[in-house]
């Protein structure tokens, strides 16, 4: 028990346990415990259990336990993000604030803060940016034959006018899948690291967008916005950057401002799973091959099916002379269920046809 029984015993009453049980009482709150019950009456809630059994249990009225009911353990933000990415096989390491004039330069940064007094001349710019320190962390690790690195850090990047925790994430190499065998860190795995990152904390209505940054691959960059605010970036080092310092693999690194993550972050809600079975339809569509069409999609489902949408993805993609230049063929799974009954061919239909024309509003073409 977390706490002590509270139960209501008349004082006389108990002065009168007291005296036939030989129990001297001054006071209610002092008391003298003879010699031959030293053994088992040392504490406070020792005197109060014998008490209550000298009363008798069957005297005292039955309380309920107060169990207040949580969705989830309370943890500081930091050690959520933290026990997630180690979960999923990521080491966690602490670099120096300060980055080399080298690097620097090599990335392109600017320096807001600097050290009046260094130790040396390359301890003298504070860092804005994590992406430099993780990749000395790799190749560190590269050039001491440990090629297959997965790393974050939890750490501050100094701006103009503020300091700023960050999470930064580098992956390079191989990975353990499973039992049965390894892959190489690619693109969209990265990405999938940072989506279940974000899932996992409660946010679903992120995206991911183009974004140029100068030191990460010019097609392989994406920003993360949660909203409209962007919260964000990840993608492959540029080659020329990976080149002039000699790493034999070019890493995927990212970087998350915590601060505005933590504003954005939802407490888990509870929601019934249905016992009816769910509805499935497939869709194709003709569409120009664009950046954003996926959002688009994505997007539409949402407005057009509401609650109903359990699932949609993408699992077909076509180009050929068949669909013409520039187009491009997409298969989309529709998956709906409502939680107090089974959907009918009737509603279905509609919502399909409705979702139809919303597509074709958009660009899309239906696929004969």
Known sequence: MSEPLKVVIPYRELLKRAREKNIPLDVIFKSKIPAFRSFDISKDVDLIEEILRIHGYTNVEPQRPLLPMNTEIRKPFEEKIRQFLTDRGFDEVITFPWIEESLRELFNLPSYWEIVNPLNAEQRHMRTSLVPSLVKVAKFNQNNFNRDIAVFEIGKVYLEKKEVPTLGLLAVGKFRKNFRGEEEWDF????????????????????????????????????????????????????????????????????????????????????????????????????????????????V?????????????????????????????????????????????????SLAERFIKAMEREGFELRA
Request: aromatic share 10%; charged share 30%; glycine share 8%.
């Open 188 to 299: 969209l795995t990265f990405k999938g690291v940072i989506e279940a990152l974000l899932t996992r904390l409660g946010i679903d209505d992120f995206s991911v967008l183009p974004k140029e940054v100068s030191y990460m691959h010019p097609y392989l960059c994406g920003e993360i916005r949660v909203g409209d605010t962007p919260v964000g970036y990840f993608g492959k080092l540029h080659p020329k950057v990976a080149q002039k310092l000699e790493l034999k693999s070019v890493p995927f690194a990212g970087e998350i401002d915590l601060t505005k993550l933590r504003e954005l972050v939802k407490r888990p809600r509870y929601r019934v799973i249905s016992k009816f079975p769910p509805t499935r339809r497939d869709f194709a569509f003709v569409v120009p091959e664009e950046v954003g069409v996926a959002q688009k999609l994505l997007t």
């Open 301 to 349: 489902a949402k407005e057009v099916f509401g609650d109903l949408l359990e699932e949609v993805y993408i699992f077909d993609v076509y180009r050929g002379e068949r669909i013409g230049e520039g187009k491009v063929s997409i298969a989309v799974r529709v998956v709906l269920r409502h939680p107090e009954k089974s959907l009918s061919d009737e509603e279905v239909s």
